[in-house]
């Protein structure tokens, strides 16, 4: 059976002070939930995230890693110092990563790879641009993503990965995709999933939708058949706007 999931992507906010005093508020605030409440902080809060979250139901989930394990790449962290850390998750894909670093879907496959050989999930992002919606391309460029970013992988693999559609048109602009926009491609991911891996593997993985989800929207999206969740980026900044994400 599919997990419900909601994360928190902080991207790159929040002091120090801030991470912490945020990280503790969540905790102390929520209520008892069968959900997984993943928190995605900047590599250098991860540590005291971890730390704070231990014997808590919340999860911790990096933003990226880079596709080696370890070498001389300067600047870069590795799965392996993820897994290192304790971590449950890394994000991949996300575009903003995609877009102002050109991380291409064949650099991707070896994230996902690499960050799945040091037991860490994936969560995989894909999402298309406006234009790409307007012009009808919207369907056709997410499988793309999917099958050249994901499905190197064998069937057994998925259990490890959860998939965040994200409109990149939606992501930080205020504009969220109508409910029946994330259903409908929700139900296209979970049918490229069925057509390469088999309908239990379709039906067990959660998809979870991110872009200007709020308070208010979040009931709505979430209702959707095929909608498990959320990928929260500017309400995750806040832990009562997020709480109130999660409870929806
Ligand atoms: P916003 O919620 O700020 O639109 O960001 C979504 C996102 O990118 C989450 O990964």
Same mark, same amino acid.
């Given at each position: ?68 394990? @370890?070498? %001389? ?13 304790? !971590? &449950?998750?890394? $994000?991949? *894909? ?18 996902? @790879?690499? %960050? ?13 641009? !406006? &234009?790409?919606? $307007?012009? *009808? ?112």
């Amino acid at each position: 059976m599919r997990k419900q999931i909601v994360v928190a992507n902080w991207k790159m906010n929040n002091s120090p002070t801030q991470s912490s005093q945020l990280c503790s508020l969540i905790l102390s605030k929520m209520r008892p939930t069968d959900k997984e409440v993943i928190i995605a902080p900047s590599y250098l809060y991860l540590n005291s995230v971890v730390a704070t979250t231990q014997n808590s139901i919340i999860k911790v989930a990096a933003q990226n890693c880079h596709q080696e394990i @370890s070498g %001389a790449y300067t600047g870069e962290v590795s799965a392996s110092m993820l897994a290192d850390l304790g !971590l &449950d998750y890394v $994000i991949l *894909g996300h575009s903003e990563r995609r877009y102002y670093y050109g991380e291409d879907n064949s650099l991707l496959a070896k994230k996902v @790879s690499s %960050a799945l050989s040091q037991g860490l999930k994936v969560i995989y992002c894909c999402g298309e641009t !406006l &234009d790409q919606r $307007i012009s *009808g391309a919207h369907l056709d460029r997410i499988t793309k993503q999917l099958t050249e970013g994901l499905f190197h992988l064998p069937a057994k693999a998925m259990k490890n990965i959860v998939i965040g559609y994200e409109p990149i048109w939606a992501v930080g602009t205020g504009i969220t995709a109508t409910s029946a926009q994330a259903q409908e491609m929700h139900a296209h991911i979970r049918s490229a999933l069925s057509d390469k891996y088999g309908a239990d593997v379709a039906h067990d993985t959660s998809i979870l939708y991110g872009g200007s989800c709020t308070p208010s929207n979040a009931k709505e999206l979430f209702a959707q058949k095929d909608v498990d969740g959320g990928l929260i980026g500017g309400a995750s900044l806040n832990a009562d706007d997020f709480l109130a994400i999660v409870n929806a």
